[in-house]
């Protein structure tokens, strides 16, 4: 098994997928390195700071350890059960990690900001009412941020360098198609 390492002994190289730990969220996370800054996959968020430890992956199961052996379990269980297949364990979230979705609202500029709570994770960028909206996933406690976008119209000239695409959509029935990215490095 593989053990923590201090960022003050070791950085990962760059690009290499690993675990990390973020001290400020108390979280470990899948991500990368680079550049200086920690990239998550997980909430795609990133950070120059807050990062003590990582670790490389571990590798893969073994061949005969990938069988998914607890699916007979669940059936025969299912199947004992009038209530059936729901019976399936899905996980609990604790009370005090209950989340909620929030609406945020797109203005149709080519940069702006929008605060969210630390953490938030954009779920889809679409239009309602011919407004455009993204919709996230957040722990309304979470201390705000502000979060950088860049919005951009089809032929439109940009620089992509340090954002990562969030979505595309049409207003006023299609004549005008707008791709969002959030700023992944200030």
Known sequence: MNEWINIKNRLPDDEDEILFFNILDKKVSIGYKKKGYFFDLIDFTMTPINITHWMPLPNPPEKEQMKFEATEKWIKDA?????????????????????????????????????MPLGAHILSFQVQNEVA????????????????????????EFDPSWLGYIGTIQTYQGKFVWHLFEKIMA
């Open 79 to 115: 199947a004992e059960n009038e209530t059936g297949i729901d019976t399936i364990p899905t996980g609990h979230v604790p009370e005090n990690k209950m989340k909620r979705i929030y609406k945020y609202h797109v203005p149709i500029e080519n940069n702006f900001h929008i605060e």
């Open 133 to 156: 909206f993204i919709w996230a996933l957040v722990e309304p406690k979470n201390k705000k941020v502000l979060r950088h976008f860049v919005l951009v119209g089809t032929g439109q």
